[in-house]
């Protein structure tokens, strides 16, 4: 469930006109640009874009970039744009940062549908003017960069059908491969990114049933290098990514100095998906609503916006 | 240009009744069959297949699977089909023999346009419950799988943008990875797989340029692994394709006993393309006619299907 409330009728160049407003002249009117951008969908944003751009001529994005900054700046900069171009950017600057951001790439690589995966893959052709998978190849090198290249050009199958013996038999490879570190470390990255998803599943669950541990745990046992961190994120994307994203906005929010990246990021990518969904695990793990620690944690016009992205009305 | 000899305007309906003639009752009367099929191009064989199970009620695939045989059935069902059908179908009978057919895939990936690409991906996952990548990498290993593999996931940029001194930077990274054949193969891997083909192009000529000799003459002077043969092939598919399929059909008659499945799949996968090109150039390098060359060599109902896909009429 999504925590975006927006309004069913919606009129763009109304909105466009209460934008002008508070960018024009001195002095930025911040509330009226939240309470306008943090209350429409994908499809209102970009009729907004489109009609703010026929009236005024001056896009909308650009406006905003120079009117804002910091974190909120960043913020609503992720948000304005459509999925896709927003994952473009989102793998663009990990990939410039591959050696500490790989996660990143991995989330976006392992979350997404198949089908919205390639979607990125244009975005990325359109604005950057290289393939995903060229910029992830030409920043990163060994098994990391094997493991990233096959995970985002991956087109998995998204079909229901399971091979339960195949499951098993690969669930002893990775066994295998990740318990002295000195495995196959092919073969593990040939089953995370060709496998479909279910098979997947069915997979990780053959694993806790033949070695009474999860992959997962098992792998924070091992871990070791960032190879098999990746592999880490990996295999808990692909198994629940809600959970996944629960753990970010957890380390996010406790560290000494928030993360805002990693806040920013789950808000905005989540929001308009299963972000309820992630607020529940939230309560659930750590008995304080997100919106309370996000409150602590940040302040000004950044939390006012993330505040209303995450349902809160105030 | 296409050999493909289509009229314009086209009854799907009457092609239906005269294909059921052809079909019913005792024996088959192939030659309808190929004065058809042999003259309509992919839109109009959909059609047919359309107008044939209404009538009908039955697959024209499945029936005339039935009813041909040998090299002429196995010609006629790989032209009826769409193209990504007909693309994913080649690469599956490929990969359960990629040791000794990778060039299929190989030439599947490197010759179609990024686009192309990734629909015979879908029609692979639709046919077979798999994805492509998935079934190459469980046939394959090492560095020929991780070729392999990047090379049907690669979603190469298509845009005409060439970075001339990353060109002679990689030509190097290959010059050096060729030479003694103890390299940098996953560069090789990783230059091939991700890069746009007029980069591609433009590195080839900087190899060219730099090394007096090209890399596919320097690949041939040191090709002798399943490996190193399946870099010449990809790189002799990027470079020029219709080159490369010339060399298919002159290795496929000239050899003893006819390579019908190379002969087949140039034909059918060309003849609504650049046949007519890839026709010039075997006349220019051999001083013979194709046509005369297969007519030689093959025979009876499957010469004849062949020949009108090469435009001969007779």
């Known amino acids: 469930m999504s925590t975006l409330v927006a309004p069913k009728n919606h009129f763009p160049k109304d909105d466009a006109d209460v934008l002008w407003k508070a960018v024009k002249g001195w002095g930025t009117d911040e509330s009226s640009i939240i309470d306008i951008m943090g209350h429409r969908n994908a499809a209102q944003r970009q009729q907004i874009r489109l009609a703010y751009n026929d009236i005024y001529q001056e896009d909308l994005i650009k406006r905003l970039e120079s009117e804002l900054s910091g974190d909120f700046e960043k913020a609503m900069y992720r948000w304005i744009l459509e999925p896709a171009e927003r994952y473009a950017v989102l793998a663009n600057v990990a990939i410039r940062n591959a050696n500490k951001d790989y996660h990143v790439i991995v989330e976006i690589a392992c979350v997404l549908h198949p089908d919205e995966l390639l979607s990125v893959r244009h975005a ?44 098993k038999f690969e669930a002893n490879i990775l066994h295998e491969a990740i318990k002295d570190n000195k495995g196959n470390l092919e073969e593990v990255i040939r089953i995370l990114s060709t496998r ?17 541990i999860s992959i997962t745990k098992k792998l924070l046992n091992e871990v070791s290098d960032d190879f098999l961190k990746a592999v880490h994120v990996a295999i808990r994307c692909l198994n629940d990514h809600k959970k996944y994203y629960e753990k970010v906005l957890r380390n996010a929010l406790k560290r000494v100095g928030t993360d805002e990246d990693g806040l920013t990021r789950v808000v905005v990518t989540r929001a308009e998906k299963d972000l309820k969904d992630i607020k529940e695990l939230y309560y659930k793990r750590n008995s304080v609503h997100i919106e309370d620690a996000v409150a602590k944690e940040i302040s000004g016009n950044y939390k006012r916006f993330l505040l209303t992205l995450l349902g809160k009305e105030h």
Do not use: C
């Open 124 to 167: 990325y052709h359109n604005r950057y003017k290289h393939s995903l998978e060229e910029d992830v190849a030409a920043y990163t090198n060994g098994h990391l960069r094997q493991l990233l290249v096959g995970l985002v050009t991956s087109f998995r199958y998204d079909g229901i059908e399971i091979n339960p013996s195949l499951a």
């Open 196 to 212: 479909s998803k279910t098979q997947l599943l069915a997979t990780f669950n053959s694993y806790r049933d033949l070695h009474s």
